[in-house]
Each structure stands twice: as structure tokens, then as C-alpha cells.
């Protein structure tokens, strides 16, 4: 490759040696092409190749372009994802290995806003559609954590939001029904879980106060909108020996809840100070 850069047609060009097309012809190659990865491929429609065989050359180096920013962007999350796993949850306590390997899996940034995929690996919860959130990292490992999900388990989530929950959970259980209030985040979640190949994941739009009681009992039961007080039908559709782990509370005066369910009795404790979104009903309601 030569140094010379003309200037034409406002990109600029490195001269390119092509000894494979006929006459040892000189090519031009737009040098902002090669620079900017942000380059569409319909800017090539403007380099007026000399003849197919360059416009395939320039469409591979397209190609490779591309490859390696997306590489270059996976390998960036991935060191986002392994320092999470460290700083937030390792060092907070969370020791159980099904779980952390469940989050060195499930890929956060798929889950949240565009705009905020450089901060999905980040201590804190994020905004997603609706109004809703997807929760911080520590808060979704400790939830998951608590209910000590067997591979062969049945859970069910009380809020589907993005689906990262959701995604953790598939990890590590047989299958996970999930209901979310809110139609589009219901649906957003359906044809995501389908894109990243997830199919023990069941998506209802619907009330979730009231549970999804046609696949009832479940081993395990999340919930990730607080009421102001335990709803009775998730109760009777918990299994015995089964666990229900579900804020409680509003505004800042929220708890995790931990219950067990021993011979037709339900325990409970609270295991953590939380702040959720609230659970409502399909008029908006608070419950």
C-alpha cells in the first residue's frame, strides 16, 4: 500500500495495488472507509468502482470492518460483564456458583435501552419502556440467589420488565412462566427471549397480583414490583417446600419478603431493604 492520499469526491483515498485484476491497475479504496467504522454499506454506491471485481474487494473489506468492531464491542461488554461479576456481586457476598456462572451467560446490555448499553454493566438499576426499570445487577443475584432454584424447578415472575430476570432464572430452572402488566414490554421480551434462542421462557400480558394459576403450583416465585401487601393468589399457587421472594412495602419503606411453604404453612422473613417500582392493576392502579 502506498502513503499517496488524493482527495476526490469528499472521501479520501489510499491508492491500492490490486495485482489480481487485469493490467496491474491502480484502484481507489476511500481511506475513511477503512478509518470510520460508522460507514454504512450504501456509501459504497459512491466510490463508482472500475469493475465488479473491485466493488467484491471493497464489499470484503466492508465485511472485515464490521466483523471487527462487533468483535471489538463484545470483547469490551465481556470485560464489563467478568468486572461486575467481581466488584458487584462476589464481593457482596454472592457465593453460589450456578448463579454467578448464570450471570457470566446472560448478556445485560441486550436487555436495555440503546442508549444506555455502555452503562448496563453499571451498580445501578436503569430506565427501560414505561417507566419501568430493569434492576441492578446485586438486587437480581441476591433475589435469585435466595430461592436456591433446582434444574429441574418451575418459577414463576411477577413482572417480566425487560427479561433479564427472566434470563438469569433460565439458567438455572426447568422453565419460567412471567407475566408483565405492560403489553409492550410483555411482547418487547416475547421476540427477544425468541432472538437469543431462550425457549423454556413463557411470556403472559396480564395482571400479575393474581399469578398465572393455569401452570400452577411452582417450586419458586419473583416478584419484581413491590405491593403494599403479600397477594394471597401467589400464596396458593407456591408449592410445598416451595420459596417466594417479593418486595413489600412502598416508597422507601420497602423489604424483601423470603417465604417458605412447610406443610401448608407459609413462613416469612425480611432479608434485605429494597426500592421497586409498584405493582398496579391494568387501570394503574397501586396495589
Same mark, same amino acid.
Given at each position: 500500500?502506498?502513503?499517496?492520499?488524493?482527495?476526490?469526491?469528499?472521501?479520501?483515498?489510499? #491508492?491500492?495495488?490490486?495485482?489480481?485484476?487485469?493490467?496491474?491497475? =491502480? *484502484?481507489?479504496?476511500? !481511506?475513511?472507509? #477503512?478509518?470510520?467504522?460508522?460507514?454504512?454499506?450504501?456509501? &459504497?454506491?459512491?466510490?463508482?468502482?472500475?469493475?465488479?471485481?473491485?466493488?467484491?474487494?471493497? &464489499?470484503?473489506?466492508?465485511?472485515?470492518? %464490521?466483523?471487527?468492531?462487533?468483535?471489538?464491542?463484545?470483547?469490551?461488554?465481556?470485560?464489563?460483564?467478568?468486572?461486575?461479576? %467481581?466488584?458487584?456481586?462476589?464481593?457482596?457476598?454472592?457465593?453460589?456458583?450456578?448463579?454467578?456462572?448464570?450471570?457470566?451467560?446472560?448478556?445485560?446490555?441486550?436487555?436495555?435501552?440503546?442508549? *444506555?448499553?455502555?452503562?448496563?454493566?453499571?451498580?445501578?438499576?436503569?430506565?427501560?419502556?414505561?417507566?419501568?426499570?430493569?434492576? %441492578?445487577? !446485586?438486587?437480581?443475584?441476591?433475589?435469585?440467589?435466595?430461592?436456591?432454584?433446582?434444574?429441574?424447578?418451575?418459577?414463576?415472575?411477577?413482572?417480566?420488565?425487560?427479561? *433479564?430476570?427472566?434470563?438469569?432464572?433460565?439458567?438455572?430452572?426447568?422453565?419460567?412462566?412471567?407475566?408483565? #402488566?405492560?403489553?409492550?414490554?410483555?411482547?418487547?421480551?416475547?421476540?427477544?427471549?425468541?432472538?437469543?434462542?431462550?425457549?423454556?421462557?413463557?411470556?403472559?400480558?396480564?395482571?400479575?397480583?393474581?399469578?398465572?394459576?393455569?401452570?400452577?403450583? *411452582?417450586?419458586?416465585?419473583?416478584?419484581?414490583?413491590?405491593?403494599?401487601?403479600?397477594?394471597?393468589?401467589?400464596?396458593? %399457587? =407456591?408449592?410445598?417446600?416451595?420459596?417466594?421472594?417479593?418486595?413489600?412495602?412502598?416508597?422507601?419503606?420497602?423489604?424483601?419478603?423470603? &417465604?417458605?411453604?412447610?406443610?401448608?404453612?407459609?413462613?416469612?422473613?425480611?432479608? &434485605?431493604?429494597?426500592?421497586?417500582?409498584?405493582?398496579?392493576?391494568?387501570?394503574?392502579?397501586?396495589?
Amino acid at each position: 500500500m502506498k502513503d499517496a492520499i488524493p482527495h476526490c469526491q469528499s472521501f479520501t483515498y489510499k #491508492i491500492i495495488n490490486i495485482d489480481m485484476i487485469h493490467n496491474n491497475s =491502480l *484502484y481507489y479504496l476511500p !481511506y475513511d472507509f #477503512i478509518k470510520n467504522k460508522k460507514m454504512k454499506l450504501s456509501d &459504497l454506491s459512491d466510490l463508482k468502482p472500475k469493475n465488479s471485481i473491485t466493488f467484491f474487494i471493497m &464489499l470484503i473489506f466492508y465485511g472485515i470492518i %464490521q466483523m471487527g468492531a462487533i468483535w471489538q464491542q463484545k470483547e469490551k461488554f465481556q470485560i464489563q460483564k467478568e468486572k461486575m461479576i %467481581q466488584q458487584q456481586l462476589k464481593s457482596r457476598g454472592i457465593s453460589d456458583r450456578k448463579v454467578l456462572d448464570a450471570f457470566l451467560e446472560v448478556e445485560r446490555h441486550k436487555f436495555v435501552l440503546p442508549e *444506555y448499553r455502555e452503562q448496563a454493566y453499571g451498580d445501578f438499576p436503569l430506565m427501560i419502556k414505561e417507566g419501568q426499570t430493569i434492576s %441492578q445487577p !446485586y438486587v437480581v443475584a441476591f433475589m435469585t440467589e435466595q430461592l436456591a432454584l433446582e434444574k429441574d424447578d418451575k418459577v414463576l415472575e411477577i413482572g417480566t420488565g425487560s427479561g *433479564y430476570q427472566a434470563a438469569i432464572l433460565a439458567q438455572l430452572c426447568d422453565s419460567v412462566f412471567t407475566v408483565e #402488566i405492560f403489553e409492550t414490554l410483555a411482547n418487547d421480551a416475547k421476540t427477544l427471549f425468541q432472538e437469543l434462542g431462550y425457549n423454556n421462557i413463557f411470556v403472559k400480558h396480564g395482571d400479575g397480583y393474581l399469578g398465572w394459576p393455569e401452570h400452577a403450583p *411452582y417450586d419458586a416465585i419473583i416478584v419484581t414490583c413491590s405491593p403494599k401487601h403479600i397477594p394471597e393468589p401467589l400464596k396458593e %399457587q =407456591l408449592a410445598e417446600r416451595g420459596k417466594m421472594i417479593i418486595p413489600v412495602g412502598t416508597g422507601f419503606a420497602q423489604n424483601l419478603v423470603l &417465604l417458605e411453604k412447610k406443610k401448608g404453612k407459609i413462613r416469612q422473613r425480611n432479608v &434485605l431493604p429494597v426500592r421497586f417500582v409498584p405493582m398496579i392493576n391494568e387501570q394503574g392502579k397501586s396495589y
